[in-house]
């Protein structure tokens, strides 16, 4: 196996030009296998000569540390070794390097992409993987299938030194988070913003700044990070999404993301770096 350290660094790459030996990340359906420490871990081929488990889909994601990157996903019948375990995701945020985070939320969308493109949308053939781009296509048209990334805006608003917060009713408990939401078809991100905020919280914002984006693979997101501040208007929560949202000071905070798991806490982390300057 291949040790897990803070200096990974990974480059994502459609073909495998290289010689050297393949190491793979191993899914089943939603989930990683694990030590049962939660540890991450990074297999060698050879790590699964002897090995009960029954594999598919193996494809080539990159290159960690120059070496070839293979996502292999295990059916669901397969017999783990007893100190393997299956981990999500989301419980492991925070715990590998950012690298490995982009391992993985590559792994997951390329997953999910094969599994929902099995067949032509037009003619209910069989796809084939194109020979020499990341897209699945029929011959009825030809037209490649690429991978599906959703592109959404988070984002905080802020009023001096309080920031506009809000409870999902999906989050558990007292967690608050920033503001965010799908960019329609047809809409530019900024478009995006200002509807998103006032159909949430029915605040409008103005001076909207582009802070950074982050993939987000829960299923297939591109998180595009901004900075706003509050225009006009009280705010109201929808009541479909968005059942609490208030003005936090900034000394005062409730339970938020951190940075080191999502963008939503970067931006938060980044503004009160600014405001402690």
Same mark, same amino acid.
């Given at each position: 196996?291949?040790?897990? +350290?803070?200096?990974?660094?990974? #480059?994502? !790459?459609?073909? +495998?030009?290289?010689?050297? $030996?393949?190491?793979?990340?191993?899914? @089943? /359906? &939603?989930?990683?296998?694990?030590?049962?420490?939660?540890?991450?871990?990074?297999?060698?081929? %050879? *790590?699964?000569?002897?090995? !009960?488990?029954?594999?598919?889909?193996? =494809?080539?994601?990159?290159?960690?540390? *120059?070496?070839?990157?293979?996502?292999?996903?295990?059916?669901?019948?397969?017999?783990?070794? *007893? *100190?393997?375990?299956?981990?999500?995701?989301?419980?492991?945020?925070? @715990?590998?390097?950012?690298?490995?985070?982009?391992?993985?939320? @590559?792994?997951? =969308?390329?997953?999910?992409?094969?599994?929902? +493109?099995?067949?032509?949308?037009?003619?209910?053939?069989?796809?084939?993987?194109?020979?020499?781009?990341?897209?699945?296509?029929?011959?009825?048209?030809?037209?490649?299938?690429?991978?599906?990334?959703?592109?959404?805006?988070?984002?905080?608003?802020?009023?001096?030194?309080?920031?506009?917060?809000?409870?999902?009713?999906?989050?558990? /408990?007292?967690?608050?988070?920033?503001?965010?939401?799908?960019?329609?078809?047809?809409?530019?991100?900024?478009?995006?913003?200002?509807?998103?905020?006032?159909?949430?919280?029915?605040?409008?914002?103005?001076?909207?700044?582009?802070?950074?984006? &982050? $993939?987000?693979?829960?299923?297939? &997101?591109?998180?595009?990070?901004?900075?706003?501040?509050?225009?006009?208007?009280?705010? #109201?929560?929808?009541?479909?999404?968005? %059942?609490?949202? %208030?003005?936090?000071?900034?000394? %005062?905070?409730?339970?938020?993301?951190? /940075?080191?798991?999502?963008?939503?806490? &970067?931006?938060?982390?980044?503004?009160?770096?600014?405001?402690?300057?």
């Amino acid at each position: 196996m291949i040790p897990v +350290n803070s200096n990974l660094v990974f #480059t994502p !790459e459609n073909i +495998n030009t290289s010689s050297e $030996s393949a190491i793979l990340i191993i899914l @089943r /359906g &939603q989930e990683f296998l694990t030590s049962k420490n939660s540890e991450f871990l990074i297999f060698e081929e %050879d *790590d699964l000569k002897w090995s !009960e488990m029954e594999m598919f889909n193996k =494809q080539f994601i990159g290159y960690l540390n *120059d070496q070839p990157c293979y996502l292999l996903e295990i059916t669901p019948e397969s017999k783990l070794d *007893d *100190d393997l375990v299956l981990t999500p995701l989301r419980n492991l945020l925070g @715990r590998i390097p950012d690298s490995l985070f982009t391992v993985c939320s @590559r792994s997951l =969308q390329l997953s999910e992409w094969i599994r929902n +493109n099995q067949f032509c949308g037009v003619c209910g053939t069989k796809m084939k993987m194109h020979e020499t781009e990341r897209a699945m296509f029929c011959e009825c048209n030809n037209v490649p299938v690429y991978p599906r990334i959703s592109p959404c805006i988070i984002v905080l608003v802020t009023k001096g030194e309080e920031l506009l917060l809000a409870h999902n009713k999906n989050f558990p /408990g007292t967690f608050y988070s920033t503001l965010a939401g799908f960019i329609e078809a047809g809409e530019s991100a900024e478009s995006a913003i200002h509807r998103e905020i006032f159909e949430e919280v029915k605040v409008r914002v103005q001076n909207i700044k582009y802070f950074g984006s &982050q $993939s987000w693979p829960f299923p297939s &997101q591109l998180m595009l990070g901004y900075h706003a501040e509050y225009l006009e208007g009280e705010i #109201t929560p929808d009541g479909e999404e968005i %059942d609490l949202a %208030d003005w936090f000071h900034y000394k %005062d905070l409730p339970n938020v993301p951190t /940075g080191n798991i999502s963008i939503s806490g &970067q931006l938060i982390e980044s503004y009160l770096e600014k405001l402690n300057n």
